[in-house]
């Protein structure tokens, strides 16, 4: 199938590229950006001029920031193409639930995908969980973030969503992992004086039966990053390390099956074309939920300023 993908910067050319490059699914077949560009791929600068000029791509993948996402998406789906967000949805719940509304009335397929969710050792996480009781649950989710978001102005202002634009990462894993409906209860938002957005957060979360949910993000974390979510349950502690990507539990590394697609984006690729094939969208809206709540309830502090 045809695929075109939109705002061709860090996350296109780092992982969306590849990975439709490896994918039996999917031809690349035009790029919308006013700079970025593939080497030998039609380049459009205008959107609507590429929705236009190719009625035959009937597939967008959108790898804006969240911001300026929204335009995209609406006028991809009132032109008939399915789409594909990146992560966040959007910027706001309204315009999410929005455009799943929108995708349902002119029948196209909406697929907000979580990145995260596809790391290889969740859903063997999930499965361990299942039957277990939780008694603690801590994410602990600290970079660098001018070693992965260098000059990304956006990320600092609002819509941007500052640490928790990792963070949302984390927390999709979260709500895959836990069937139980969480709430947040608390949260700290570190904020740099001169930004935004935060830079660190602290969340605590009520669990239905009673567990410790808590979360820890922070973006000046230097030398080794953490990307870790431990479990304790009444049959011993699961921990996720490196973002899902390794899973140990009480103390022994659990290997992955073997799987013949390997990477998150190469899953989410795959996933998109059976949406396509069995016509359903995937719009799950939770991770955005727990960050609205944070942006809502949160205590902001004060913090130095940050400059890059
Ligand atoms: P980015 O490189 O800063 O931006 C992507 C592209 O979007 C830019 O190259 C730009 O292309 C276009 N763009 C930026 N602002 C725009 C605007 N106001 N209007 C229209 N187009 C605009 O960002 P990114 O790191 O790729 O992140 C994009 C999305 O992917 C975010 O939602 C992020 O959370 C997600 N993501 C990022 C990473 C990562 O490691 N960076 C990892 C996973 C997911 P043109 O200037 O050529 O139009």
Known sequence: MNIALVGVGKIALDQHVPAIAASPDWDLTATVSRQGSVDGVESFSDFTKFLEQRPDIRVVSLCLPPVPRFDYAEAAIRAGRHVMLEKPPGASLAECRKLAAMANDFRVTLFATWHSREATMVEPAKEWLTGKVLKRLTVTWKEDVRRWHPGQDWIWEPGGLGVFDPGINALSIVTRLMPETLHLTDAVLETPENKQGPIAAHLRFAHPDGADVS????????????????????????????????????????????????????????????????????????????VADAFLLGRREVVAPFFE
């Open 215 to 290: 979360a820890v993000f922070d973006w000046r974390q230097e030398g080794d990053q953490t990307w870790r979510i431990e479990a304790e349950t009444d049959h011993g502690t699961l921990t996720l390390e490196d973002g899902g990507a390794r899973m140990i539990v009480n103390g022994t590394e659990q290997k992955a099956a073997k799987d013949t697609l390997s990477g998150e984006y190469p899953r989410l690729y795959a996933r998109m074309a059976r949406l396509l094939a069995t016509g359903e969208s995937d719009v799950d809206l939770e991770p955005l939920r727990h």
